[in-house]
């Protein structure tokens, strides 16, 4: 439903965003995470046709941004980054509107309207002035005018920020139900955002992609690296030193014990290997009590900042 292929976007000398390509299929809600400057505006603005891209190209519903820019534009409903929302008009006159200016029929405006007030909780509010509705709820009117023409592809840029937590968690019920029928990106710096509401996430850091995959796969298949707790009953030194004998180990980093003897160890080792057994029979030859031995998964945030932070750059 997205394709997009080596765009490169360049303010000045300034590359933005350098040779981006990723699909989004019919249906799918794709994350779209990185921190603030990253290029996630950017690359959104260049997907609904508002900048164009100084290389590569975006196809939506089959159809080039740049060449077929009419027809492609028809397939997208687009939440910017700041909404320009007409304060002065009431939340039904300001839908209403923006469905006339898509081109939408009266008929088929109004046909809509209660629709989306309906989808985005807006019931209470369809007479208010905008100028009086909450951030939360301005962003609901946001999205409201983003899909009043139905549009099958729709491009949300950070669409929870500055919203309360209790109306964050209604937004991203509403963003993960506009998934299945339309095919959804979605922009945020908040990790556990994207686990919340996204089937898969690319990671962008610096205008490159660093990362496509599934949040919950994220780590493995990522970093190649198994992560194992362990803790044994051994003087922590000569533990220590005979985990890191072991094959595909990387690293052993100790933890404090406590008073009984017990050392703790936190390991982080290349993924596959026979690892963990290979790690008890080196504790259990050394004469010691192997009391637990565990394999943990890396959080988002984990992943997320060594992803970002440039000194420690995955190595595949
Ligand atoms: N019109 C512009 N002219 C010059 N530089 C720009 C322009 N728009 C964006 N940039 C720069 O491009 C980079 C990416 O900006 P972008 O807005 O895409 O980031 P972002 O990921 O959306 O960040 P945020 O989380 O802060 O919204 C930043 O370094 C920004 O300063
Ligand atoms: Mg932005």
């Known amino acids: 439903m997205i394709q997009v292929e080596g765009v490169t976007k360049y303010f000045g000398s300034f590359p933005a965003v350098t040779n981006i390509s990723f699909n989004v299929e019919k249906g799918e809600v794709l994350g779209f995470l990185g921190p603030n400057g990253a290029g996630k505006s950017t690359t959104m603005k260049i997907l609904t046709g508002f900048l164009p891209p100084s290389s590569g190209s975006v196809r939506i519903a089959g159809y080039d941004i740049v060449s077929e820019s009419l027809e492609a534009r028809r397939h997208i409903g687009y939440l910017p980054e700041t909404v320009p929302l007409y304060t002065d008009m009431t939340v039904h006159d300001y839908l209403g509107f923006m469905g006339r200016i898509r081109g939408m029929s009266r008929k088929h405006v109004a046909r809509r309207i209660p629709e989306v007030i309906d989808i985005c909780r807006l019931e209470e509010y369809r007479s208010s002035h905008i100028s009086k509705l909450s951030k939360g709820f301005r962003q609901r009117v946001g999205i409201a005018q983003a899909i009043i023409h139905e549009p099958d592809v729709l491009v949300l840029d950070e669409p929870t920020i500055g919203i309360d937590p209790i109306q964050v968690v209604e937004t991203r019920q509403l963003i993960k139900n506009l998934g299945g029928e339309r095919t959804v990106i979605v922009s945020t710096h908040i990790l556990p955002e994207v686990s919340m509401i996204c089937e898969r996430v690319v990671i962008i850091h610096e205008g490159e992609i660093v990362a496509v995959d599934r949040p919950e796969t994220l780590a493995s298949s990522l970093r190649g690296v198994e992560r194992i707790?362990?803790?044994?009953?051994?003087?922590?030194?000569?533990?220590?030193?005979?985990?890191?004998?072991?094959?595909?180990?990387?690293?052993?980093?100790?933890?404090?014990?406590?008073?009984?003897?017990?050392?703790?160890?936190?390991?982080?080792?290349?993924?596959?290997?026979?690892?963990?057994?290979?790690?008890?029979?080196?504790?259990?030859?050394?004469?010691?009590?192997?009391?637990?031995?565990?394999?943990?998964?890396?959080?988002?945030?984990?992943?997320?900042?060594?992803?970002?932070?440039?000194?420690?750059?995955?190595?595949?």
Request: hydrophobic share 40%; aromatic share 4%; proline share 3%.
């Open 229 to 316: 707790e362990l803790e044994v009953r051994g003087p922590q030194r000569d533990v220590a030193n005979a985990l890191r004998e072991v094959e595909g180990v990387r690293e052993v980093v100790r933890t404090p014990g406590d008073a009984t003897g017990v050392s703790r160890f936190k390991i982080e080792a290349v993924l596959g290997s026979e690892i963990r057994a290979q790690l008890a029979v080196e504790v259990v030859n050394g004469g010691w009590d192997l009391l637990r031995l565990e394999s943990i998964g890396m959080s988002l945030e984990e992943i997320f900042l060594r992803l970002t932070t440039s000194e420690d750059v995955p190595s595949e």
